[in-house]
């Protein structure tokens, strides 16, 4: 008998058992005699009264002797029951120990017939954490082609913003190396695309975290300025933190919660991530990862969040705040549906988006307009929201335009541009 029959068998055996209870029923008690306790007289006779010894036995000692046997016939059965209830109860100690171990036989049983877990793909990251680091994806990722890429491709980038503020052509030869080493990088993006949470619409899985620090820490490693232990261990602590926060933001969006929000939030969490581990780092470790001239430049500092931005930037230039301003309502209505009017009627929130943009909005040369930094996105997205929430509740939007306003998560980058 194999041990799940047998815990079956068990399981019938302790019914049957408890079926025992007729045991218990009381003893049915012994019918009452009809004892004379004098003879009868007869119709028409003279009783004779007795003149010899005294009768043995009085009407009192036949009912004493009949509860005397009624107290023995209930004694025998107390303990004819209490026989039979120690025996039910070993019997149910017996068959539950046996069920216990046929549940345990059954288990081992399984167990041993289970099929051993398949390895994982590929090999632990280097910097690991969170649930994600076991992605195919995460640990068949050919970092050193990956971090080898990415050091080329980031001198010739800084190279061609370089010819670019300067107002020189790029040499075509770096924008052919350029685009072939980009493929490589593409190549990793698309493996984890949809792969990792992300709220943005280009490159939020690359910049993800658990991508971001593998990079960082596989840079390092080549450049022969490898991460200690320490810094390693700390580093997925930092991952385990942005995690947590991620999953905390969340649960707290509702319907109400515009996309913008959202991709700021994720933009600020990962530059927390970012910040963390750049300053975990010796300076010869963060001269490896960090050109201060470039860092968290849009699509050239390639291990800064700043590459989510990549497809989420609006520019607005004009020559002056009054063309910008009114450049910024007409694409408004354009894009958003609003009635002109009605969104001249509260110009005014315009004018306050504008003027808490300060300094942002001090002329500045068409180079350093075309620069766009993922650390003043951070301001410039928080303003926007403001102003968007304020022109929801404002103009009572409903229906289409209020879809378009929440669905939009474009960074506006208003710019005063000096004529040349």
């Known amino acids: 008998m194999d041990s799940k029959t047998l815990a079956l068998g068990v399981v019938i055996g302790l019914a049957v058992g408890l079926a025992g209870g007729w045991l218990l029923k009381p003893a049915p008690e012994p019918q009452k005699q009809d ?32 509860a005397d046997e009624r107290a023995k016939a209930q004694a025998g059965q107390d303990a004819a029951v209490e ?3 120690e025996a039910l109860r070993r019997e149910k100690q017996e068959l539950a ?42 640990r068949e990722a050919k970092w050193d082609e990956l971090t080898d890429a990415s050091a080329k491709m980031r001198v010739l980038l800084e190279k061609l913003m370089q010819a670019h503020a300067e107002g020189k052509q790029p040499d075509p030869a770096d924008m052919q190396e350029i685009t072939a080493l980009n493929r490589i990088l593409q190549g990793h993006a698309i493996k984890i695309l949809r792969k990792l949470p992300t709220h943005a619409s280009g490159n939020g899985e690359y910049t993800h975290p658990i991508s971001l620090a593998n990079m960082m820490a596989n840079a390092l490693k080549a450049a022969g300025k490898p991460l200690t232990e320490a810094q390693l261990k700390r580093m997925a602590e930092l991952g385990e933190d942005y995690e947590a926060a991620w999953d905390k933001a969340q649960a707290l969006y509702t319907e109400q919660t515009l996309k913008l929000e959202k991709f700021i939030d994720e933009l600020e969490l990962k530059h927390r991530f970012y910040d963390g581990c750049v300053g975990l780092m010796a300076a010869d470790q963060r001269a490896v990862i960090v050109d201060e001239e470039w860092q968290h430049v849009v699509g050239i500092d390639l291990y800064s969040p700043s590459l989510m931005l990549s497809m989420n930037v609006r520019p607005l230039h004009k020559a002056s705040r009054e063309e910008l301003r009114a450049e910024a309502m007409a694409q408004m209505s354009r894009g958003w549906k609003i009635d002109a009017a009605a969104l001249e009627a ?30 003043e996105a951070l301001v410039l997205g928080r303003a926007q929201i403001k102003f968007m929430k304020e022109l929801i509740t404002a103009l009572n939007l409903a229906g289409d335009s209020l879809k378009l306003v929440r669905g939009d998560d474009d960074v506006v980058y208003p710019r005063v541009v000096q004529a040349k």
């Open 346 to 375: 509260q110009a005014f929130l315009v004018d306050n988006w504008l003027t808490e943009l300060g300094d942002f909005l001090n002329p500045v040369s068409q180079s350093a307009a075309e620069v766009f930094r993922s650390t």
């Open 35 to 66: 004892v004379p306790s004098r003879p009868r007289e007869r119709a028409g006779e003279k009783t004779e009264v007795p003149t010899g010894p005294k009768a043995l036995y009085t009407g009192d000692d036949i009912d004493a002797a009949r």
């Open 97 to 138: 120990s046996r069920l216990e171990q046929a549940e345990k036989d059954l288990a081992d049983a399984r167990a041993a017939k289970a099929p051993p877990e398949p390895p994982k793909p590929g090999k632990d990251p280097l910097v690991k954490f969170g649930k994600h680091a076991d992605l195919a994806e995460i």
């Open 83 to 85: 026989k039979a209830t």
